[in-house]
């Protein structure tokens, strides 16, 4: 079996995402063909720190970027290739400078979704604003997920595999049981066509065979477009492609008069923003981002109007 094979067959048991299937192999990719396609067998501590360092300085990436690069030389060496992998110490790491987040007034979100054309895109991006959801966990979310009773939005496997409960806004509900209303015509298209069923996470779709066809597993924004599971080869109804959200945004951007360099993510960074100048605990709201560290969510503190340190200029006193 060749090399990458044996990487997907690996991450595949393990039960990665495709996503971090791709990204992995990618970059695993990029090492060998870097190194002259040697073998990695071949190489070691020398060669990953040269690669790393080509990174940094000569590719200047992102810290982030270096971090996941590195993150799929040690899945190779270690759950591929079963070898101990080298201490590292002698590379470059990428340096790039702290930088505030890119938010949003109340304003101008209200300005820049008047300006999305697309009522799903609409709706989609006002849930993550509404709810401080990650682009990816608003377009992957299920219909079991959306609690009206309770308010509230449960995030699957968010950042670190982990779940989380966020608020639903109410002003957002009527909208969203419309929507409601258009996955469950959907899938009772697909129900009568002999549509392969959803996509169930882990083993699931063994354990529980008729909970992929039942409407509480479906995606919330589903696509209008059947598509093939490049893992599986069935032929089932998946999330929409968050790139159309991606290019709404962009375009609704170019619209207004807004001179900052928005994406759906700094609507992510407003609800937090806009929750902490209410007044609300910090540690809340690092609950509902789903945060690990609450520093992470204190970096929000530096953006609040409020200028430097809550302090007045002495112009305006």
């Not at 170019?254 to 609800?271: C, V």
Request: glycine share 4%.
């Amino acid at each position: 079996m060749r090399l990458l094979d044996q990487v997907r067959s690996k991450l595949r048991y393990m039960q990665y995402s495709l996503r971090t299937e791709q990204t992995y192999t990618l970059w695993i990719k990029r090492f060998i063909l870097f190194n002259n396609k040697r073998h990695p067998n071949e190489m070691g501590k020398d060669e990953i720190e040269a690669f790393l360092t080509y990174l940094a300085v000569k590719r200047e990436v992102s810290p982030a970027t270096q971090n996941l690069a590195l993150n799929a030389i040690v899945f190779l060496y270690r759950h591929v290739l079963e070898k101990d992998f080298p201490f590292l110490g002698d590379f470059t790491r990428s340096k790039k400078p702290p930088k505030l987040p890119v938010v949003l007034s109340a304003g101008e979100i209200t300005k820049l979704l008047s300006k999305i054309d697309n009522p799903k895109y609409q709706l989609m991006l006002s849930l993550i604003y509404g709810t401080g959801m990650r682009l990816m966990e608003c377009v992957r979310l299920r219909v079991k997920d959306v609690d009206f009773e309770l308010n509230e939005v449960v995030v699957r496997n968010g950042k670190g595999n982990k779940d989380r409960r966020t608020v639903l806004p109410k002003k957002l509900i009527p909208l969203l049981q419309n929507q409601l209303e258009v996955v469950g015509a959907l899938h009772k298209q697909d129900l009568n066509n002999g549509t392969d069923p959803v996509y169930m996470p882990y083993a699931l779709a063994r354990k529980y065979k008729a909970e992929a066809r039942k409407l509480s597993w479906q995606y919330f924004f589903p696509s209008h477009k059947l598509s093939k599971d490049p893992r599986s080869r069935a032929y089932r109804r998946h999330h929409i492609d968050e790139k159309g959200l991606q290019r709404a945004m962009k375009q609704a951007l170019y619209k207004t008069d807004i001179n900052k360099p928005a994406t759906p993510h700094t609507l992510r960074h407003s609800f937090a923003t806009h929750l902490l100048e209410k007044g609300y605990d910090i540690r809340t709201v690092q609950e509902l981002l789903g945060h690990s560290d609450v520093q992470t969510t204190q970096i929000y503190t530096h953006v609040l109007n409020r200028g430097g340190q809550g302090v007045l200029s002495p112009i305006d006193i």
